[in-house]
């Protein structure tokens, strides 16, 4: 493991950043995606024309300049410290602390607030709710 611990404050403090990039990243992947299908379509031609080879050099270009734009992303969620686990639905996990165990807060984009964590292993779908706001106060000391 490597990288800030964050208390669940601390996280919940860099949502908005985390929120507008997570948003930058759905839609810039949906597209990548959309490109990429259309250029399967195209490939798949028996013969292709002058035009469907052009479209496809553009759709090739297009989808490259994408995912250096994703790449560029991910660095940015990861100098604030956290991950960026699915670029569909912008999944993001920081460490946390929970009963001396460290965890992930885990927060999906679209989410009002961080209300979940998981182990490190489980992933999103052994994620589980936070308690209550008054028995969580204390969670997650920070540690760098």
Known sequence: MKG???TLDEARR?????????GD???IE????????RYKTLYA??????????????LEADIAEMR?????????????????KSTLDGLVDWYGEVDGQIVYWCWRHGEPDIAHYHDLESGFLGRMKLPPE????GLGDART
């Open 45 to 58: 031609l028996d013969e292709p024309s002058h035009a469907s080879v052009s479209e496809m050099a553009e």
């Open 4 to 6: 800030k611990i964050f």
């Open 68 to 84: 250096a734009q994703l790449l560029v992303h991910v660095r940015e969620l990861n100098e604030i410290g956290c991950f960026l």
């Open 30 to 37: 949906r597209a990548r995606l959309g490109k990429a299908e």
């Open 14 to 22: 860099t949502l908005p950043l985390v929120r507008q990039i997570t």
């Open 25 to 27: 990243v759905i839609a």
């Open 134 to 137: 008054p028995a969580t106060a």
